[in-house]
């Protein structure tokens, strides 16, 4: 049984958006993100995000359906990034892949990364 799907991330020489160089940034960048979220038909809970700086950014966002987290470091121009969702009721793979794919194409375009898509 696929009981859901987990999308690891490691961004490598990330340009990030402009919207990572200011706390008054990463305040759209927020709502952006909770509107891609809703776009895809996922449920979010909460979210907690702390700016430590530009490009320095770390979140945690609670979905009914699991969770969305990253971590960027700005002097390394590095991110992590999780996302997982649970398939319990419906096969929710591409929406999770949809997120993944905006957040590293819109956020935090790297030059590289390193994928894992893992079947739980």
Same mark, same amino acid.
């Not at 961004?11 to 895809?40: N, R």
């Not at 969305?68 to 121009?77: G, L, P």
């Not at 992590?80 to 999770?96: I, Q, T």
């Given at each position: ?5 987990? /999308?690891?991330?490691? /961004?490598? !020489? @990330?340009?990030?958006?402009? /919207?990572l160089?200011? +706390? ?7 709502? =952006? #993100?909770?509107d =891609? #979220?809703a776009e895809?038909?996922? =449920? &979010?809970?909460?979210n907690? %995000?702390?700016? *430590? ?10 979905l $009914?359906? $699991?969770?969305?987290? *990253?971590?960027?470091?700005? !002097? ?5 990034? !999780?996302?997982?969702?649970?398939? %319990? +009721? ?5 929406k999770?892949? =949809? #997120?993944?794919?905006y /957040? #590293? &194409?819109?956020?935090? @375009?790297?030059? $590289?990364?390193?994928?894992? &898509?893992i &079947?739980?």
């Amino acid at each position: 049984m696929n009981t859901g799907i987990h /999308l690891i991330g490691d /961004l490598y !020489d @990330c340009a990030f958006s402009p /919207l990572l160089a200011s +706390e008054e940034g990463v305040e759209e960048l927020k709502k =952006k #993100i909770s509107d =891609k #979220i809703a776009e895809v038909d996922l =449920k &979010e809970l909460g979210n907690f %995000y702390h700016y *430590f700086g530009p490009n320095a950014l770390t979140a945690v966002i609670c979905l $009914s359906e $699991s969770h969305i987290s *990253f971590h960027s470091w700005a !002097d390394e121009k590095y991110t992590s990034l !999780d996302v997982f969702v649970c398939n %319990y +009721e419906k096969d929710n793979s591409e929406k999770a892949r =949809k #997120i993944f794919n905006y /957040l #590293i &194409e819109n956020v935090f @375009c790297p030059s $590289s990364s390193k994928k894992q &898509e893992i &079947e739980r």
